[in-house]
């Protein structure tokens, strides 16, 4: 076996199947085994709250921040984020890190669905979708890869520390606004879109600590993801520092 593909197997493979198999186990454990104990017996309590709290401007609201997180939005933004940080940093990292982020975030969420059949929780659902996929949140999952992901990227490019911040707080800010809203509109559980921020959160670790970490070495071939001199940090350094 060649150097790249070891290492695409020990940084990218392996933690992505480790991160599937922890999906399963947490949906196990709210499904089957934690299902009457204190979070979860307050779960329909709160969808039933947000159901309650619904009004004609806080549906359209929600409808914008589903909408930023629907399937055919996520690959809309993603191709052109990769574009855009291939046309203007002329190298491969961070548009690769990008859609690797998205794509592997996607497949646990469809891998897991397939395992943990969930009920939607009882109250009036705003959207269609199948009625035992609630968990997690693929909206929820699918923005929390893309815009932290964005996040991590400005971030590391910005020059100054009140640029980083508003970064942060302007991009995670919509994987919250979905989650919000998906439960708003009665599709998830409290449960499914927690579930889903560490789906996507840890999807982006990943492909950072793969991709992004310029001191890696990747064999003989080394990808030539980056031109000499680029300034991307290493995957574990603080996009403060």
Not at 28 to 37: A, C, N, P, Q
Not at 85 to 90: I, K, M, N, S, W
Not at 181 to 195: F, K
Not at 211 to 220: E, H, N, P, Q, S
């Amino acid at each position: 076996m060649s150097d790249v593909a070891v290492q695409i197997a020990r940084r990218v493979l392996l933690p992505v199947s480790l991160l599937f198999a922890v999906m399963v186990g947490l949906g196990l454990l709210v499904t089957r085994v934690l299902t009457h104990t204190w979070p979860f017996t307050v779960e329909d309590a709160v969808n039933r709250e947000f159901a309650g709290d619904r009004s004609s401007g806080w549906n359209d609201v929600s409808l914008v921040f589903s909408t930023l997180a629907s399937t055919q939005m996520i690959v809309v933004v993603t191709v052109l984020a990769a574009l855009v940080l291939r046309l203007v940093l002329h190298r491969w990292r961070e548009p690769i890190f990008l859609c690797a982020a998205v794509s592997a975030q996607a497949l646990i969420f469809l891998f897991t669905t397939m395992v943990i059949d969930r009920n939607r929780p009882a109250v009036e659902h705003m959207d269609a979708s199948p009625p035992t996929s609630s968990f997690p949140s693929g909206h929820t999952s699918a923005a929390t890869a893309l815009y932290v992901g964005l996040a991590v990227l400005l971030a590391l490019r910005a020059r100054s520390a009140p640029a980083k911040v508003t970064w942060w707080t302007l991009l995670v800010l919509v994987p919250v606004g979905v989650a919000l809203t998906r439960m708003y509109r009665g599709m998830h559980h409290p449960s499914d879109v927690v579930a889903s921020f560490v789906n996507g959160g840890t999807c982006v670790a990943i492909m950072a600590r793969a991709v992004l970490d310029r001191t890696l070495t990747w064999g003989r071939a080394n990808l030539s993801l980056s031109r000499p001199g680029d300034d991307v940090a290493p995957a574990g350094a603080s996009a403060g520092g």
